[in-house]
């Protein structure tokens, strides 16, 4: 039997009388790559700020990484790790200085704040740039660096917001084996993405329209299950009937 990491039960966001997430059931598992996507005003982000313990759910129920979004809010932020497109790093704080400010945020001790930055360095091959300003780096060197400082404190989720936009399509990946990588170790990986190539790396998939799951599936199965040969076909089928946009 699997390990459930994030459980919701009708999981709902209302905004007065707009329901930004309806009732939303679903099981993500230890290790699982799990794509989350949608189109744009699908309610996406609101799902997962309740995910993460940032937004209290209007009503329906969910567990993360054994906690309960109502009463442990702050355990659940610190067992999870988060990466946005648009915010990670501090751009005018050099590549050490940025990870020993999130170790300490993530709680860890100095000790392991040294340890964890020359393990870290070593392996993204940072040792001439640690001392370089972020705002410096290639947008590449940025997002790998976003991602190894999101898992740095070894959380049971790591959530990833659209963590490759705008990134070339070797960057991309590169940065996917990342996500293998700690898969692999065990870290579940919750991740929302534009890009249709990517869901097809995810081990399933759900889709949301109109703050609904619509689909929830392997990407093999749910184009079987569309009679399709792309998850760009599958979105296309699912998405074209949606009343909400931007």
């Keep these: 039997m699997q390990d459930v990491v994030i459980k919701t ?25 799990f794509g989350f996507l949608g189109a744009n005003g699908a309610g996406k982000t609101t799902a997962m700020r309740m995910l993460c313990g940032l937004s209290k759910p209007s009503s329906g129920n969910a567990v993360i990484a054994g906690y309960d979004v109502y009463r442990e809010t702050e355990q659940i932020k610190k067992n999870i790790g988060y990466m946005s497109q648009k915010f990670s790093l501090y751009e005018d ?8 400010f ?14 964890k930055s020359e393990e870290l360095i070593a392996r993204l091959g940072l040792e001439g740039e640690a001392k370089k300003l972020v705002g410096s780096l290639p947008l ?34 590169q940065f996917w084996d990342l ?17 249709m190539d990517e869901a097809e790396y ?31 076909e599958v979105f296309y089928q699912l998405a074209r009937g949606a009343k909400r946009g931007d």
């Design 102 to 115: 999130f170790g300490g945020i993530y709680g860890l001790t100095n000790q392991q704040i040294k340890t």
């Design 9 to 33: 039960d009708k999981l709902t966001k209302r905004f007065g009388d707009f329901v930004a997430t309806n009732a939303i059931t679903l099981e993500v598992y230890k290790g699982e790559i």
């Design 202 to 232: 995810c081990n399933r998939i759900s889709i949301m329209v109109d703050g609904k799951v619509e689909a929830l599936d392997s990407p093999t199965q749910l184009k079987r299950n569309f009679k399709v040969s792309s998850m760009d």
């Design 140 to 173: 590449g060197w940025k997002q790998k660096l976003s991602f190894s400082v999101a898992v740095l404190h070894e959380p049971k989720i790591v959530f990833l917001d659209e963590p490759t936009g705008g990134v070339d399509p070797v960057t991309r990946r």
């Design 179 to 195: 996500i293998y990588a700690a898969a692999e170790q065990g870290v579940t990986i919750f991740v929302t993405t534009h890009y």
């Design 93 to 100: 704080l050099t590549v050490l200085e940025n990870i020993r």
